[in-house]
């Protein structure tokens, strides 16, 4: 049994990364436990968990598991979680209450991973109230599903596998993909910013980038599979290579990547403190690197953005926002405002609109601040009321959702390149896709056109979506 420890989890050793080809592996039992048995996966929070659950799903399906999106048809249940705010924890332990209903009548196995497995509180508690749930992995022991699913089986105990630091880059986890078009790349796993509000740094260790071969050779083989697009994935991706030993950075990555020739490149997520010139420019000078950036702004303040401890100011922030504007043609920028962090105070909130007044984002993710045990900011005094926090939300979502459609507005009648992913949710004849700015458009087009990037022209804009027709 391994359980985490986030005194353990901030420890950032010196100890070499390794790089690993040979650490999964299935014997013959493995091979075959998940016979005529099917699972179901849950995946909340980032990319990064998106995509490790296409890991996941992949290691199931070798070992023998068959998919299905019916929660009352598995015979495995896995949750997949995050733990970057109060409100994903509820959603999770909301999910736990129905399978455990669902266990009463049926046989059924049950794991829990992702980061809120990484969290100690998390971890107590499930030994403690959830002794029904049979195993639960960290995010660095995915690639040892294998032997944690057998233990469980075979030793009708709950099994418990977290590591608290993590080590090594494994390269050879196979990938089951949602989609057949759109590719997650990881370029580098954990994140060592240490942001005192943020969880992340403990839940996903610290930062290791992978070679650049390996994710040179991966996006080769995804053009030779007809991907038309690859987001390359990182909590803070403009940081690749600086703990390397080779002199190799984002921007050179990024350039070895449009040089590819797929059609589509994109990243998430871009900190503000590592974009440098040379990454604008290659940005800028390769069609296929897509002109949309996530630059999460987080405040507006100084003090707060110190507090927080971001390392720019505000006035850093608008300088590189408007050196992107300037030099990538028909950028869009969206970005992450945090609300009522301790010790806010209208005057700092103010200087938080003043910046989306001045940036008028294509779009931004907004959230209310939410203690996450461990780190700095939860030990700060908070004088803020709830009622206050709500409130400045609330204004907050009125502006960006103002620049949103006036941003969307001069989409309308404009002819765009879209790659159509998926079938409508929403309207029945219509595919939906993103433009090269990442903007959600439904079209009204035939299933032959699924995968392929066509010119679109837009026919009618809501805040949130498009609408548009195929043209030639
Ligand atoms: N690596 C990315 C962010 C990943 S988390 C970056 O540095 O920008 C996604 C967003 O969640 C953050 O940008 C932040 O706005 C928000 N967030 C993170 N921790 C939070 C917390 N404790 N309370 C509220 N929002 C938080
Ligand atoms: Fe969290 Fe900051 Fe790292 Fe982003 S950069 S994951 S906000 S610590
Ligand atoms: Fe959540 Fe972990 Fe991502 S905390 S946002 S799933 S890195």
């Not at 699972?39 to 996941?56: A, L, P, R, V």
């Not at 987001?231 to 040089?259: C, S």
């Not at 103002?402 to 790659?419: A, C, F, G, Q, T």
Request: proline share 3%; hydrophobic share 35%.
């Amino acid at each position: 049994m391994h359980t985490p420890n986030l005194v353990e989890a901030r420890k950032r050793t010196n100890n070499k990364v390794l790089i690993k080809t040979d650490d999964y592996k299935l014997n013959d039992n493995q091979k075959k436990l998940g016979k005529n048995k099917k699972y179901f996966i849950k995946t909340y929070g980032c990319q990064m968990n998106e995509h490790d659950s296409e890991n996941i799903s992949a290691i199931l399906s070798d070992m023998g598991y068959a998919k299905t999106d019916i929660l009352e048809e598995a015979d495995l249940i896995i949750l997949n979680t995050c733990a970057i705010r109060e409100n994903a924890h509820n959603k999770v332990f909301g999910l736990l209450g129905r399978i455990k209903h669902l266990s009463y009548t049926k046989n059924i196995m049950v794991g829990f991973g992702g980061c809120m497995a990484q969290e100690e509180v998390i971890v107590d508690e499930i030994m403690k109230k959830y002794k029904w749930i049979d195993f639960v992995f960290g995010t660095h022991n995915i690639v040892n599903l294998p032997n944690i699913i057998e233990k469980a089986y075979t030793n009708k105990k709950q099994e418990i596998e977290v590591f608290s630091c993590e080590g090594d880059v494994i390269e050879n986890i196979p990938v089951k993909r949602d989609s057949k078009y759109k590719a997650w790349v990881n370029i580098m796993y954990g994140c060592d910013k240490f942001c005192t509000y943020c969880i992340v740094p403990y839940t996903r260790g610290k930062q290791r980038s992978r070679l650049p071969k390996y994710i040179i050779k991966e996006v080769e083989d995804l053009i030779k599979n007809g991907y038309q697009e690859v987001t390359l994935l990182g909590q803070n991706v403009n940081a690749y290579g600086k703990d390397l030993d080779i002199d190799y950075n984002m921007a050179n990555l990024l350039e070895d990547v449009a040089k590819t020739k797929i059609n589509r490149v994109r990243f998430v997520t871009s900190h503000p403190w590592d974009f440098d010139d040379n990454m604008i420019d290659i940005i800028s000078k390769y069609d296929n690197i897509m002109p949309y950036i996530h630059l999460p702004l987080q405040s507006g303040s100084n003090k707060i953005l110190k507090l927080m401890g971001r390392r720019y100011t505000k006035e850093k922030y608008l300088n590189l926002f408007d050196k992107l504007k300037e030099k990538i043609p028909n950028v869009s920028i969206t970005t992450d405002i945090i609300v009522g962090f301790p010790n806010e105070t209208e005057e700092d909130f103010k200087d938080t609109l003043d910046v989306v007044d001045k940036c008028k984002y294509d779009g931004a993710f907004t959230f209310i601040f939410s203690p996450r045990i461990g780190t700095p900011a939860s030990k700060m005094q908070d004088d803020v009321s709830l009622d206050i926090k709500e409130n400045r939300l609330q204004k907050l979502n009125e502006l960006v959702n103002k620049y949103s459609k006036e941003n969307n507005d001069k989409y309308l009648n404009k002819i765009v390149p879209v790659l159509l992913e998926d079938y409508s949710s929403k309207k029945k004849d219509y595919l939906k896709g993103y433009t090269d700015t990442m903007k959600l458009v439904n079209v009204k087009a035939d299933s032959k056109y699924l995968g392929k990037i066509v010119n679109v022209k837009i026919t009618s804009v809501k805040t949130w979506s498009m609408d548009g027709e195929i043209v030639n």
